[in-house]
């Protein structure tokens, strides 16, 4: 993929890390809107990647991406335990992107800690629970990678 798709792939590589827990995880919407919801669940939220202004050397494809994590439970608890799982499996970690060379991640510097999970007053599962949210933000760096 090209550079112009760093975003999308950045997003892919966070959640190829997260596929060993034992939650759903979603890139960029959650697609079973209208079926039955595997609770809690993980969503990715993929932003566009950001560059740093060319220098004399020329760009090398260098691009950042501050990514939203979101877990999704039916009590705090489910929505904590979720959340802090995957950004264990995420802390640190460099992913394997073809064709990019990436930094680990880390926890967005300067951001807020993840958020006390709070109702969503617009959702419920289909037997009438209320799902509860938090988030955290990761951010990741790469380049093109000199044999891709």
């Keep these: 993929m090209a550079d112009s798709d760093v975003g999308w792939l ?4 966070l959640a190829v890390l997260l596929t060993p827990l ?28 950001t560059r740093p202004t ?11 991406t501050v990514t939203q994590l979101t877990a999704a439970g039916t009590s705090p608890r489910e929505t904590i335990t979720a959340l802090d799982r995957a950004s264990a499996r995420l802390h640190r970690v460099r992913p394997v992107i073809p ?18 999970p709070r109702l969503d007053p617009q959702a419920r599962t289909p037997e009438g629970r ?16 000199p044999d891709g």
């Design 22 to 49: 034992p939650y759903v995880v979603y890139v960029g919407e959650v697609t079973d809107a209208d079926a039955d919801l595997a609770f809690p669940y993980l969503v990715l939220w993929p932003p566009p990647a």
């Design 130 to 145: 209320p799902i509860y949210v938090t988030f955290a933000q990761f951010t990741l760096h790469s380049s093109r990678s």
């Design 54 to 64: 060319i220098t004399l050397a020329g760009y090398g494809g260098e691009a950042t």
């Design 99 to 116: 064709g990019r060379r990436c930094s680990p991640i880390t926890h967005t510097e300067g951001a807020a800690g993840p958020p006390q």
């Design 10 to 13: 950045h997003a892919q590589g």
